[in-house]
């Protein structure tokens, strides 16, 4: 192909990508609307768990009981046409309740593996700090390898695997703090906070919640998630923005109010949230407003506040203002 060939047929296929991923993004934005006609007054909660799904990433949603943490994760299975498996997080489970377990087969003279509730597309688990540290570790390969390993056997895991997590704030009694290296596979923590007053109106007068529910039809099969996941990654993301995200990153590390600061894989999941965040606003191209909402969402569970920053703040929303206090301190580039 000569170079006058090359030139040309560059922008047509640029040009076809973007219309490719507008079409997608444009299908992304029914399920979004799907999505907040059951979970009322939370639109911004909604559109960052589609981010968490099209990042290739799983999702932990914190709040007290009773604000819709379990509707949303039911939602959004009930959204993709996949399988989907519900855990009830308790103190007494076991891994193997969760991975499944080897039983021995009289019949066949051998060890069997019954796979459990962790092979599905979709797994909520709900109230996962409910459970004891070594339950909640068993998912830790499995979110980050997308495989189970039990008796020195590996097991691929469904394509697409997500994991929505629930759990209740550590304030809480009876809950198990997760663990960092937990904390770190989940790419984004949300918080379900009470609806404002509107919503809370919108939500007795119609009844939205479980009837609402049961009437949500799949919005996307499991196959477009995979495609949409993949558009993500075509996402441009300047020179600048990454110069602009690793600064956040570096302050994390060096300031004096938190003891541990964000991890490279922290670093990576603002990256693919912010690429999916303007994939869902229809662009192929990232900005500086994709990335700068996300910093408390992506980073806030990664990191841990000391003694030094005096706050009247409960300590598990401490990360949240150090972090906005870092945001606000870097410039945004142009």
Same mark, same amino acid.
């Given at each position: 192909?000569?170079?006058?060939?090359?030139?040309?047929?560059?922008?047509?296929?640029?040009?076809?990508?973007?219309?490719?991923?507008?079409?997608?993004?444009?299908?992304?934005?029914?399920?979004?609307?799907?999505?907040?006609?059951?979970?009322?007054?939370?639109?911004?909660?909604?559109?960052?768990?589609?981010?968490?799904?099209?990042?290739?990433?799983?999702?932990?949603?914190?709040?007290?009981?009773?604000?819709?943490?379990?509707?949303?994760?039911?939602?959004?299975?009930?959204?993709?046409?996949?399988?989907?498996?519900?855990?009830?997080?308790?103190?007494?489970?076991?891994?193997?309740?969760?991975?499944?377990?080897?039983?021995?087969?009289?019949?066949? #003279?051998?060890?069997?593996?019954?796979?459990?509730?962790?092979?599905?597309? !979709?797994?909520? $688990?709900? &109230? %996962?700090? =409910?459970? *004891?540290?070594?339950?909640?570790?068993?998912?830790?390969?499995?979110?980050?390898?997308?495989?189970?390993?039990?008796?020195?056997?590996?097991?691929?895991?469904?394509?697409?695997?997500?994991?929505?997590?629930?759990?209740?704030?550590?304030?809480?009694?009876?809950?198990?703090?997760?663990?960092?290296?937990?904390?770190?596979?989940?790419?984004?923590?949300?918080?379900?906070?009470?609806?404002?007053?509107?919503?809370?109106?919108?939500?007795?007068?119609?009844?939205?919640?479980?009837?609402?529910?049961?009437?949500?039809?799949?919005?996307?099969?499991?196959?477009?998630?995979?495609?949409? #996941?993949?558009?993500?990654?075509?996402?441009?993301?300047?020179?600048?923005? !990454?110069?602009? $995200?690793? &600064? %956040?990153? =570096?302050? *994390?590390?060096?300031?004096?109010?938190?003891?541990?600061?964000?991890?490279?894989?922290?670093?990576?999941?603002?990256?693919?949230?912010?690429?999916?965040?303007?994939?869902?606003?229809?662009?192929?191209?990232?900005?500086?407003?994709?990335?700068?909402?996300?910093?408390?969402?992506?980073?806030?569970?990664?990191?841990?506040?000391?003694?030094?920053?005096?706050?009247?703040?409960?300590?598990?929303?401490?990360?949240?203002?150090?972090?906005?206090?870092?945001?606000?301190?870097?410039?945004?580039?142009?």
């Amino acid at each position: 192909m000569s170079p006058e060939t090359a030139s040309t047929a560059s922008p047509q296929a640029a040009s076809q990508n973007a219309s490719s991923l507008k079409a997608l993004s444009q299908t992304a934005g029914k399920l979004e609307q799907a999505l907040c006609r059951v979970i009322r007054g939370k639109d911004d909660i909604v559109r960052l768990a589609l981010v968490s799904i099209f990042a290739r990433g799983h999702l932990l949603i914190e709040g007290v009981p009773g604000v819709g943490k379990t509707t949303l994760g039911q939602a959004l299975a009930r959204a993709i046409d996949c399988t989907f498996q519900r855990v009830q997080f308790t103190s007494d489970m076991l891994p193997s309740d969760v991975l499944g377990i080897s039983v021995y087969s009289a019949l066949e #003279q051998q060890f069997e593996f019954k796979r459990g509730p962790v092979f599905t597309n !979709v797994l909520l $688990a709900d &109230e %996962i700090n =409910r459970t *004891t540290p070594k339950t909640q570790s068993a998912l830790l390969e499995a979110m980050n390898e997308g495989q189970v390993t039990v008796d020195a056997h590996s097991y691929e895991l469904p394509q697409p695997f997500l994991v929505i997590a629930t759990q209740n704030p550590v304030e809480h009694h009876g809950t198990y703090p997760l663990p960092e290296s937990q904390l770190d596979r989940f790419l984004l923590r949300v918080r379900m906070g009470y609806p404002d007053a509107q919503a809370e109106r919108e939500i007795l007068r119609s009844e939205a919640g479980a009837s609402k529910l049961e009437d949500l039809r799949p919005v996307l099969t499991g196959a477009e998630v995979i495609e949409m #996941q993949d558009a993500v990654k075509q996402v441009r993301v300047d020179e600048s923005l !990454v110069s602009y $995200a690793l &600064e %956040i990153v =570096r302050r *994390t590390r060096s300031s004096e109010f938190l003891s541990l600061g964000v991890s490279p894989r922290g670093s990576q999941a603002l990256y693919r949230a912010a690429q999916a965040m303007a994939f869902l606003r229809g662009r192929n191209f990232c900005t500086p407003e994709d990335f700068k909402p996300l910093v408390v969402s992506v980073f806030a569970h990664r990191v841990l506040v000391n003694g030094l920053y005096a706050s009247t703040l409960k300590k598990s929303e401490q990360s949240d203002q150090v972090l906005k206090e870092i945001v606000e301190n870097v410039a945004v580039p142009v």
